[in-house]
């Protein structure tokens, strides 16, 4: 690079450092030491009621408020006060709009939503109008793309940090990994895939299997996500949950910190498992069996970044099979996969053969791990969900940035709907938008960066 091409750059990435992103402002000042972080829940439903206990955990939060519509769900959650010996908090119900009271209460310093998909967006909307600074959210951000532009809009001009709670980010073997990227092990990684891999037949049909009081079926007003969760999988054909795949490897190609997603290309298997289920289990004549499911049983996206890495997504929750969030990393120098729990690394490996990750796992776990794994004792998900609630919490003592941020969410929920539009147009090539208007060239990752959140 020629020296006025060069300085030309660096005047470039100073000045647009100054624009109007999200970045630690200290506009509002952090929670002193002396005082809780205090939070309001939306949605304590299965994934609210586990934040919930965590955060009954913490000696530095304070549980304000909750809100739920479903008065068995309000139930269970009292039920986890209970045990952990704290009183009821607020409790805000009635009706699907009941969370805007709670929303007025002028002492929250950040809420947390887990509600089902569609409600997301609006609610982080309704936050942000209020004036809450930091919001939670379960995955995933939005529905549509316009949902997720109108959030980041809506967080940029109020100078608030939404974050999406993805857990699977603090995997360990994933962050193991992630300190294995960093450390160039790999060398330059050329592809990366994930997906989510889960048998969800039980819990679309709700089949019983989940605590407590179940029994209901597709159709009903079950206790379970089949209240909300299979209606996608009849009216819906993409990568509906694209994030818990695409969090963890996004993370280590830096998307949105130097490199982003280009564009997308997404195709969708014949559906069948969610009929041969209904058939087997209700019969030719039960209204289940009757119901055509738009989702294929597995859709496959490849995504294309700025920087040349390629990305292979899958999504399959139709089908018997074991769980799986298939990730693999590959670079000039080796790969993991997930899958079979294997590392190969060129000159260190033996020539040809797989090593066992575990070793590799264990010399490379990260710092975040080291210093609380004591404390994701018997967290939900290995003890991963115990750090997305931590760095959601940290980020609020000390009022800073989020470790996942508004751009993080929108352009890994993005997959959905442009996947969705790739495959209704015979499998077109979408391009994705930039969320961050062109910042995704100077951002740096500050992801997972120390131990400290
Ligand atoms: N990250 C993970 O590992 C993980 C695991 C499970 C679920 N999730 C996500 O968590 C979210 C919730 O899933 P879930 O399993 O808890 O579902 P759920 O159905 O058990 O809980 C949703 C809760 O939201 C409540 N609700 C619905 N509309 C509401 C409204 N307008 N106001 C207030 N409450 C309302 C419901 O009554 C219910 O209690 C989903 O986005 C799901 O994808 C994430």
Not at 339 to 354: A, H, L, P, Q, R
Request: charged residues 25%.
């Amino acid at each position: 690079m020629t020296a006025s091409r060069r300085e030309f750059v660096k005047n470039m990435t100073l000045a647009t450092a100054g624009l109007a992103m999200l970045r630690p402002d200290q506009l509002f000042a952090a929670v002193p030491a002396d005082r809780k972080v205090r939070l309001g829940f939306i949605g304590t439903g299965f994934r609210g009621t586990g934040h919930v206990a965590l955060a009954l955990r913490r000696p530095d939060t304070e549980i304000v408020a909750i809100c739920d519509v479903d008065e068995r769900m309000l139930q269970r959650t009292a039920n986890v006060f209970k045990q952990a010996g704290k009183p009821m908090p607020k409790v805000f119900t009635g009706d699907n709009y009941a969370y805007r009271k709670l929303l007025e209460l002028k002492d929250l310093d950040g809420v947390i939503i887990a509600t089902p998909w569609e409600w997301h967006a609006p609610m982080i909307l309704d936050a942000l109008a209020a004036g809450i600074k930091y919001i939670g959210t379960e995955v995933i951000l939005g529905i549509t793309l316009q949902d997720h532009w109108q959030v980041v809009k809506a967080a940029e001009q109020a100078k608030a940090h939404v974050m999406m709670l993805e857990n699977v980010c603090y995997r360990r073997d994933v962050m193991a990994v992630l300190n294995m990227v960093r450390q160039n092990v790999f060398g330059e990684i050329i592809h990366v895939q994930g997906g989510y891999q889960h048998d969800l037949r039980g819990i679309k049909f709700n089949d019983g299997k989940n605590p407590p009081g179940v029994g209901a079926e597709f159709g009903e007003k079950g206790f379970s996500e089949a209240h909300w969760r299979t209606e996608h999988s009849v009216h819906r054909n993409g990568d509906l949950y694209p994030t818990h795949g695409i969090g963890p490897v996004a993370m280590m190609i830096d998307i949105n910190r130097g490199n982003r997603f280009v564009s997308l290309c997404s195709f969708a298997s014949k559906s069948r498992g969610l009929h041969e289920y209904a058939l087997a289990k209700g019969g030719p004549a039960h209204s289940s069996t009757k119901v055509n499911f738009a989702l294929g049983d597995v859709v496959t996206t490849n995504i294309k970044c700025a920087n040349g890495v390629t990305i292979l997504l899958q999504h399959d929750t139709n089908l018997p099979r074991p769980y799986s969030l298939g990730f693999r990393v590959q670079g000039t120098k080796g790969l993991w996969m997930d899958v079979s729990s294997t590392i190969y690394v060129e000159g260190v490996s033996k020539d040809d053969e797989w090593d066992q990750a575990q070793t590799w796992y264990d010399k490379y776990d990260h710092p975040l791990w080291k210093r609380w794994s004591k404390d994701t004792q018997g967290a939900g998900h290995g003890g991963m969900d115990f750090f997305v609630l931590h760095g959601f919490i940290e980020a609020i003592k000390r009022n800073t940035a989020t470790p996942m941020d508004v751009y993080d969410a929108a352009a890994w929920s993005a997959i959905t709907p442009l996947s969705e539009s790739s495959i209704e147009m015979g499998n077109e090539r979408v391009d994705f938008p930039d969320f961050t208007s062109g910042q995704w060239m100077y951002r740096k990752s500050d992801f997972a960066r120390g131990d400290e959140f």
